[in-house]
């Protein structure tokens, strides 16, 4: 069980920041333990290894000499649509995947566009998901987002927070698509 503590100090940014690298030490060392065989190596596949997070993943990765670790660049593997997540997995053929691919675009872009953020976020991590699993893939690790947990969480943040209300709207779009992931 992860807890998420923070000073009182904390912005959401660095909430965010938080969060996610708690999740993500998690996923490295799952990935790092995953290896245990000898000097045989996993096949990594990272979505959004290059962002804010996933680039530290993907440096962190390379440092526990990983054998293979793929980053699919949105512009050339478009995760929303089917297709391109079963490209990725053909072209990585992974061993496990850490899936932190995400459209945001701020409290504006979440407003205006709801649905949207709602629709492409579910899409890539579902799709990921069944199709990882149809390729018998070994371990997906879907990185979650603060965004997930209710509008009046109390602080510090506890896991099963998670499920006890309903996320900040402006965020709710993106929170619920990432939350939809933890089956």
Known sequence: CTTLVCCAECRVSRLCWCFFFFQAEDGIRDAQESRGLGDVYKRQLVTGGSGFLGSVIVRQLHALHAA????????DYDLRHLANVQRALA?????????????????????????????????MGAQLLHEAW???????????????????????FHEDDL?????????????????????
């Open 68 to 75: 293979a670790v793929f980053v699919p660049r949105s512009q």
């Open 91 to 123: 072209d990585s053929r992974p061993d496990i995947v850490i899936h932190l691919a995400a459209r945001v675009g701020g409290i504006g872009a979440n407003l205006e566009h709801p649905a949207e953020f709602f629709y492409d976020n579910l899409m």
């Open 163 to 183: 499920w006890s209300g309903y996320p900040e709207e402006t965020n709710a779009p993106y929170g619920l698509a990432k939350k939809m992931l933890l089956v």
């Open 134 to 156: 149809r390729a018998g893939v070994e371990k997906l690790v879907a990185i979650g987002t603060v965004c997930a947990y209710p509008k009046f969480t109390p602080v510090p």
